[in-house]
């Protein structure tokens, strides 16, 4: 018997303000990955590369419909869309979808009969209609594996239409696996011709799937270490095999097995657990056998599908037993959420709180006072912290020297670095997340205890894999992301190399230099371009090519070109800047 309980009841147990890992399509729980983002740079390559067919395929629940949103979401305006969802059809029937996705009239020539020609001609006049006005046309299949061959060969038939600049009709397939099959066929050699672009989305890496699941838990109002620990995370992927679909549906279940069993960490029994209950997999529950160990007595009272305790539970958690770790949930902005940092390891020196006690040991009040306590500061990080002066002098030349610039006594970085080409770029609710993706040194402000008002500045020099290279005052500290976590609330500063004609105040598109230059390196195929178009450049181009580079790149685009988006650029098309990553 497994859990029956609504979904998402767990969530204020765990200080969440929402169920996390629902399989309902949120805008708001957006997770792009490396891959997620090339495969829409794919599709967005596809929208000015003059027609033929572009191909995205992966296996269920990888997160193609994810992207196909997100793709529709940030075609430009002057794009005309069809979306067919349903190519279970008929060549005559694919057609009419066509014209009605695009609102071209048809009508058959003969009474009750209507065919191919008379939905073709029509759409050819509405094609070469919108090409003379400047719109591109953009027809995109959803679970194109299911296509048939004569409506496959249709589709290629509408690739012919064309002027003697380029074809009229961009075809986007989206499909299974098996839709790579179909195109390789030596029957569909032609339509393999036509095709300019494909990606195969794969399944998230380990430290993907790590990373997704701290991205829902921090979008779900988690201010805390993740309820999970890294070798629960380690179990999921495997289970689920790096694809989101079925990661959300073992998180989902898991959860609610560690909220029944009145534990605040999910353990690899429990997870094993939640996959035999939602995948119904011999092999995940063999594998979970020769997994565990024995099961300590608490586990088997949670795990053993008795309803009563959920309900211990349930009440202790009504009563106050257990409120949730930091009081009541708050916002997503907590740098451990975003930190992708489960519990640390015993040589990492830092101590992680236990579990909360479960309603059959909640009688013993003082360990259960001890296992909620807030997690010690390894004391080499605490010794660093009180070595750091006052302030954020020192930490500001200490990262203009990393860009080979010395900072004058008691100058103010940000007002001084301009004349060195610098600027300064600060963000006071950051994560590890942004920090890996600007991939270069930055201050943290960091406190040295959990309640502690006064904060010390140091440079985070080098970030390689789970570890952190500090440093300030002289010295230099490697410590785990977990633990620096623990001591840093989100505000970064950093510093990026202004473009040619960077005007002093404003946006970079205020000076026609400036302006000059941005559209040059967005053309340019190293940020994801096409090369010089022929196309006199706009405010309204420039600005659809600002939105999808940063949608590329993964961040919040609203087609401005702010520092932000200059930094990703400058990295994208090889701007000399210190990174991260290499430590210098």
């Known amino acids: 018997m497994g859990w029956r309980y609504p979904q998402g009841m767990y969530a204020p147990f765990f200080g969440l303000q929402q169920a996390p890992f629902s399989i309902a399509p949120d ?22 590369a003059g027609g033929g067919f572009v191909l995205l395929t992966g296996e269920v629940g990888t997160g193609k419909t994810t992207v196909c949103r997100c793709f529709l979401e940030q075609i430009p305006a002057h794009c005309n869309v069809a979306y067919i969802f349903n190519p279970k059809v008929t060549v005559g029937e694919l057609l009419r979808s066509i014209c009605d996705e695009f609102g071209v009239p048809h009508a058959p020539a003969v009474p009750g009969v209507e065919t191919v020609k008379d939905c073709i001609d029509p759409l050819n006049a509405s094609l070469l209609a919108a090409h003379a006005s400047g719109r591109n046309n953009v027809l995109i299949i959803d679970e194109a594996q299911n296509l048939s061959a004569d409506v496959l060969e249709q589709l290629r038939l509408l690739t012919n ?66 309820p999970l620990s890294q070798r629960a995370i380690r ?15 073992l998180c989902d279940r898991a959860l609610l097995g560690a909220y029944a069993a009145g534990v605040r960490e999910v353990s690899v029994p429990i997870v094993n657990r939640a996959a035999r209950e939602v995948f119904d997999a011999p092999a995940a529950a063999a594998a979970a056998r020769s997994d565990r160990g024995p099961m300590p007595g608490w586990a088997l009272a949670g795990l053993g599908g008795v309803a009563g305790a959920a309900l211990v539970a349930a009440a202790g958690w009504g009563l106050g037993a257990w409120p949730p770790t930091g009081g009541a949930a708050k916002p997503a902005n907590n740098p451990a959420a975003t930190a992708q940092a489960p519990a640390a390891s015993a040589g990492a020196g830092v101590v992680r709180s236990l579990p909360a006690a479960s309603a059959a040991a ?33 930490a500001w030349k200490a990262l203009a020297l990393a860009w080979d610039v010395t900072l004058p006594d008691g100058a103010d970085a940000c007002a001084t670095l301009p004349r060195d080409g610098l600027r300064c770029y600060r963000n006071r609710r950051a994560g590890l997340n942004l920090v890996r ?27 390689q894999g789970d570890t952190a290279t500090l440093e300030g005052g002289g010295q230099s500290l490697q410590v785990p992301v977990e633990a620096l976590a623990q001591v840093w609330r989100g505000d970064m ?6 473009p040619p004609g960077m005007p002093e105040r404003g946006e970079i598109v205020d000076t026609p230099d400036g302006a000059a230059w941005l559209d040059t390196q967005l053309a340019s195929k190293a940020a994801g371009g096409t090369g010089p178009g022929s196309r006199p450049m706009t405010p309204a181009l420039r600005q ?29 098309i090889g701007v000399s800047e210190p990174r991260l990553r290499a430590g210098g």
């Open 235 to 249: 179990r999921v992927h495997a289970l689920s095999h790096g694809v989101p679909r079925r990661i959300n549906l």
């Open 437 to 463: 993706q600007i991939d270069r040194p930055v201050m943290l402000t960091l406190f040295p205890s959990e309640d502690a008002e006064e904060s010390v500045s140091a440079v985070l020099r080098s970030l």
């Open 27 to 48: 805008p708001r729980y957006l997770f792009m990955s490396e891959r997620h983002r090339e495969a829409l740079a794919h599709l967005l390559y596809g929208l000015d």
């Open 544 to 572: 659809s090519r600002i939105h999808r580079f940063q949608l590329a790149q993964g961040v919040t685009p609203d087609g401005r070109a702010g520092p932000l988006t200059l930094m990703l650029l400058n990295r994208a």
């Open 362 to 394: 909640s009688a013993a009040s003082a360990s259960a006072s001890a296992a909620a306590a807030a997690p010690a500061i390894a004391p080499a990080l605490q010794q660093f912290l009180a070595a750091q002066s006052a302030g954020d002098a020192a």
């Open 493 to 498: 500063a950093t510093l990026w190399r202004t």
């Open 161 to 226: 239409l064309e002027t003697s600049e380029r074809k009229l009709l961009q075809i986007i397939l989206i499909g299974q696996p098996e839709l790579r099959t179909m195109v390789a066929r030596p029957s569909m050699e032609q339509l393999a011709q036509r095709v300019i672009a494909r990606f195969h989305l794969d399944a998230l890496t380990p430290q993907e799937t790590q990373q997704y699941i701290a991205h829902r838990l921090a979008v779900a109002g988690l201010n805390g270490p993740l």
